[in-house]
């Protein structure tokens, strides 16, 4: 809110000598409506590209594009099963049925591998945003005790700091399913 100064004029009224605009009071204009609706949407939209990340991690494990997959080599595997039980006897069969064994036994193995080391990986991350959570909730919690601090100090709202606050919460609605409620004290 502004209120204008009345404007004088200099000499020969060449020159227009004011005082500018005189600030009153600042106002913080916040739809708490719209202020939801943003975090909902971090919460989704960090959810999704985690979910999206760790499953082109697995796909990539899976992925039978390029060489042989589960799928191929399963149905090597019962190829070679049924050749053996028509011709038991032939030791090229038999060897074909061990190192089509093998290559599937490999295969599975690395799958487990792989999985494991995605598993880990996200782990670390879990870790890591329990880290940034813990810090984040550290954060309104200090901001709330500046927020009091100010307002009933100097009377006038902590605009500011309301802004902070109100970025370390869309932050943290990004992790988790977040309600917000606000007091008669802020």
Known sequence: VYKRQPVMKGQAGKFVIGRGV????I????????EKQIREGNKNLSHMEEKGTMLSQVENIF????????NRLLSK????????????????VREAVRESAQAMVSDVKR?????????????SRLTGYT????DLAAQVANLNLQIKKQEVGTG???NDL????DMALKKLGSYLDLNIHSDESG
Do not use: C, W
């Open 27 to 34: 106002e913080r204009v916040n739809d708490e409506y719209i």
């Open 156 to 158: 006038s709202p902590a």
């Open 162 to 165: 309301r802004d902070h606050r």
């Open 131 to 134: 880290t940034e959570v813990n």
């Open 63 to 70: 992925n039978e594009m390029d060489g042989e997959g589960v």
């Open 111 to 123: 799958i487990r591998s792989d999985l494991l080391d995605v598993r880990k990986h996200i782990d």
């Open 77 to 92: 595997f019962f190829n070679d099963f049924r050749r053996l039980s028509t011709d038991p006897h032939n030791e090229s």
């Open 22 to 25: 005189n600030v009153q009071r």
